[in-house]
């Protein structure tokens, strides 16, 4: 194979890697050349919600619902699992039924990996600020009910090229706690609802009597977060506009993306 570098700089290494029946070269140059890319449009903030009915909610009112790859293929999946299991170990239908099973495997995670890359793409795009979620992932697995469609999701892998292209982009990935009530506070108001089972997808605020969507609402509060963390960060301490007092002091919370190693591109 024969391809001109996307990147000036010292070749150092090379990984050779396998996934299913395909090969992949993993080039590693070390550059200096990490904002190749044009700054985000003025667009302003935005507040991200993720969530598991659809993949992530915008304050600007877009839903993305996501491919939902895993699920798609579920049946098709249990299928060459019971294929594999009934074949003779060593043998060579065993050996072409775990291939069959690789690719389907292989097929599942491309199809997820290029739904997130748009998304990310387009938000890191589109808006210099987006304000995100701290989701604790982790624990959220250990509900056996929503285990497997939050990974079907990929909400660390959204994170992660999320932070990486928006650095790259000149733009800034605020990160609120994860005890920020994003979903139980009145976007209008601020009202804070005292508890909000996940049931309940719409709730009007007691005191403003507006109606709200949960996602929705939960958007719209992370744009507000992310828009007084930037104030907060240029102007010391205090929150700006849409700053809440529950909360500590924006500078203390906000969350700089990481830079990307030096030269680690695939």
């Given at each position: 194979m024969r391809e001109a570098l996307r990147f000036s700089g010292k070749i150092l290494s090379?990984?050779?890697?396998?996934?299913?029946?395909?090969?992949?070269?993993?080039?590693?140059?070390?550059?200096?050349d990490l904002t190749h890319l044009p700054n985000?449009?003025?667009?302003g903030a935005v507040g991200v919600d993720l969530g598991v009915s659809a993949?992530?909610?915008?304050?600007?009112?877009?839903?993305?619902?996501?491919?939902?790859?895993?699920?798609?293929?579920?049946?098709?999946?249990?299928?060459?699992?019971?294929?594999?299991?009934?074949?003779?170990?060593?043998?060579?239908?065993?050996?072409?039924?775990?291939?069959?099973?690789?690719?389907l495997h292989a097929r599942i995670a491309n199809i997820r990996q290029d739904a997130l890359h748009q998304l990310t793409t387009g938000l890191t795009r589109r808006f210099p600020v987006i304000g995100i979620e701290d989701l604790n992932v982790a624990g959220m697995m250990k509900n056996r009910r929503?285990?497997?469609?939050?990974?079907?999701?990929?909400?660390?892998e959204f994170r992660r090229q999320l932070d990486y292209k928006s650095e790259m982009r000149g733009g800034e990935v605020?990160?609120?706690?994860?005890?920020?009530?994003?979903?139980?506070?009145?976007?209008?108001?601020?009202?804070?609802?005292?508890?909000?089972?996940?049931?309940?997808?719409?709730?009007?605020?007691?005191d403003c009597q507006t109606r709200h969507d949960r996602d929705g609402n939960a958007a719209i509060n992370l744009k507000h977060?992310?828009?007084?963390?930037?104030?907060?960060?240029?102007?010391?301490?205090?929150?700006?506009?849409?700053?809440?007092?529950?909360v500590k002091p924006a500078p203390s919370k906000q969350e700089v993306s990481k830079k990307l190693p030096m030269g680690s591109f695939g």
């Open positions: 090379a990984t050779i890697s396998r996934v299913a029946d395909r090969w992949f070269a993993s080039i590693t140059v070390d550059t200096q985000a449009e003025n667009q993949l992530a909610t915008l304050s600007t009112g877009e839903v993305i619902t996501g491919p939902k790859a895993h699920a798609a293929l579920l049946k098709r999946l249990r299928r060459l699992s019971r294929s594999l299991s009934r074949k003779q170990k060593g043998s060579a239908n065993s050996k072409k039924a775990r291939a069959r099973l690789a690719r929503l285990a497997r469609s939050i990974a079907d999701m990929g909400f660390f605020v990160v609120a706690d994860r005890w920020f009530a994003s979903s139980k506070t009145c976007s209008c108001c601020g009202q804070v609802r005292e508890s909000l089972p996940l049931a309940v997808r719409t709730w009007v605020c007691p977060y992310a828009v007084s963390s930037t104030v907060s960060a240029c102007g010391g301490e205090g929150a700006g506009p849409g700053g809440n007092a529950r």
